[in-house]
C-alpha cells in the first residue's frame, strides 16, 4: 500500500465525520512550523527569507500541541525551516504521537542522526526528506557541497532502522527530467517507502518585482507572542547569509520557477516511465500536474500554524495571521483565492492544495474514487 493502512483508516473515518457534522472545510493535513530557522539556504526556499526576521524564536512545546488539539487534522507534517533544530522535538513527537496523530517530520535529511535513537518506531512516525536531484543538482541547489551524500547516508541509516521514510522533490525551471528518473531508482535502490513531486511555487520574496499585495499588508497583526506579522515587512528582510562554493550555486540567470503549461510538458515528458516508481503523488493529482484534468484547489485542508499563528491564507501566499484556527477558518476570504482569482495564484500547482484538492474532487465521482483506491493498493 502507498500509505498505512492506518492512515487510511483513519482519514477515511474523519472524512465520514466531517460529512456528517456537515464541516464544509474539514482540515487534513496540520502544517506545524515550530521555527523559522533552518541549516541550509536552498536556491528556491521562501520561508528562510520571507520570515528571516523571525528566525531566532521557536513555538513552545504547549503552542505546538495545542494547535493540533485546535485544528484535530489527523496528519501532523513537522515542517519549518528545519524542524530538527527545534529543541523539544522529541517531547512533540510523543505528544503528537499521544493524540493518535499521524506524522511527517519534513527535513533536509542532515541532522537525522542526531534524532535516530531519540524517536520512536512506528508506522506513524515518517521521515520525510527533501532532495532534488543527483549530487551534482542536489548539492547546486542547497548551496553546501556534501550535501547529497550526507542526506543519502541518512536514509540508509532510518531504513536500517527500521523508520519508515519517503521523500520530496522539488521541480523547477532547470530541472532535467530524466535526471528524476535517475534519482527515483536511486531511491527506490535505497528502499525509500514513497517519493513525491511537486512543481516550485514562485515565492513572491524570491521575485525582484514588489509583491502585489504589499500596499493591503501594511497593518501589521499580533500573534501569540507579541509577533508582528505584516507580509511586507517579510519580504524585505534580508535572506541568511551562508558560505556557498561558487561551482555548487545555482545561477542567478536561470529562471527558478515555471509556468502551469511548462510544468505539464515537463511531467508529460516522462509519463510513461513515472508508473515505474512508488509515488505518492496520486493519480487525479499526476493528471493536473500534466494540464489533463482540472483539480479544485482545497489550501483550505492543509492550515499553516507557525510562531505568527494560523498563516492566512496558505501554507505558501501571506496576507495575515490570526490567533485561533476558527478565526483562520473564518475570516480567510476563500472565495476570492485560487486561479483566476487571485494573481498570486496563477501558476500554483502545489501539493499542499492540489492534492488535498483531489482527495474532495474523488468523493463527487466514482470513477475518480475508484482510481485513488487502485493507487493506494499499488496497482
Known amino acids: 500500500m502507498r500509505f498505512p493502512w492506518s ?3 483513519t482519514m477515511s473515518i474523519h472524512l465520514f465525520r466531517s460529512r456528517m457534522r456537515g464541516r464544509r472545510r474539514p482540515p487534513l493535513v496540520l502544517m506545524l512550523e515550530p521555527l523559522f530557522a533552518c541549516n541550509l539556504a536552498c536556491e528556491g526556499c521562501g520561508r ?3 520570515y528571516a526576521a523571525m528566525a531566532h524564536q521557536q513555538m513552545s512545546l504547549e503552542e505546538c500541541l495545542h494547535a493540533a488539539r485546535e485544528c484535530d487534522a489527523p496528519v501532523v507534517s513537522v515542517c519549518g525551516g528545519e524542524p530538527l533544530l527545534y529543541r523539544d522535538l522529541d517531547r512533540l513527537v510523543s505528544g503528537l504521537l499521544s493524540q493518535k496523530r499521524f506524522i511527517y517530520l519534513c527535513t533536509n535529511g542532515l541532522l537525522i542522526p542526531r534524532w535516530l535513537d531519540r524517536l520512536p518506531r512506528t508506522e506513524r512516525l515518517t521521515w520525510n526528506i527533501h532532495l532534488d536531484g543527483m549530487e551534482a543538482t542536489h548539492d547546486a541547489i542547497t548551496g553546501r557541497p556534501g550535501t547529497f551524500r550526507e542526506v543519502t547516508r541518512a536514509i540508509r541509516l532510518a531504513k536500517e532502522a ?7 522533490t522539488t521541480i523547477y ?3 532535467d527530467m530524466h535526471e528524476v528518473i535517475v534519482l527515483l531508482e536511486y531511491l527506490t535502490e535505497l528502499g525509500v517507502d514513497g517519493m513525491l513531486l511537486s512543481p516550485a511555487y514562485p515565492y513572491e520574496c524570491l ?3 514588489p509583491a502585489p499585495h504589499a500596499s493591503v499588508a501594511e497593518r501589521p497583526r499580533l500573534a501569540p507572542g507579541g509577533c508582528a506579522t505584516a507580509p511586507s515587512e517579510f519580504a524585505k528582510a534580508p535572506a541568511p547569509t551562508e558560505q556557498k562554493n561558487a561551482e555548487t550555486t545555482i545561477s542567478q540567470e536561470r529562471p527558478l520557477f515555471l509556468t502551469r503549461a511548462e510544468v505539464a510538458r515537463k511531467f508529460l515528458s516522462v509519463k510513461t516511465e513515472l508508473r515505474r516508481f512508488r509515488l505518492i503523488n496520486s493519480p487525479l493529482y499526476l493528471d493536473f500536474l500534466m494540464g489533463l484534468r482540472d483539480l479544485p484547489c482545497a489550501a483550505w485542508a492543509s492550515p499553516t500554524r ?3 499563528g494560523w498563516k ?3 501554507y505558501l501566499v501571506t496576507n495575515d495571521h490570526f490567533c485561533t484556527f476558527r478565526e483562520w477558518q473564518e475570516k480567510t476570504p476563500w472565495q476570492s483565492l485560487g486561479p483566476g482569482r487571485d494573481p498570486r495564484c496563477e501558476n500554483c500547482l502545489v501539493h499542499y492544495g492540489f492534492e488535498t484538492g483531489a482527495v474532495f474532487a474523488a468523493q463527487k465521482s466514482l470513477r475518480d474514487s475508484l482510481s485513488l483506491a487502485l493507487w493506494q493498493l499499488g496497482r
Do not use: Y
Open 48 to 50: 528562510i527569507r520571507e
Open 7 to 9: 492512515l487510511v483508516k
Open 162 to 168: 527500521g523508520m519508515r521514510v519517503t521523500t520530496n
Open 312 to 314: 492566512s491564507p496558505c
Open 173 to 175: 525551471a532547470c530541472t
Open 306 to 308: 507557525n510562531v505568527c
Open 207 to 209: 521575485q525582484s518585482a
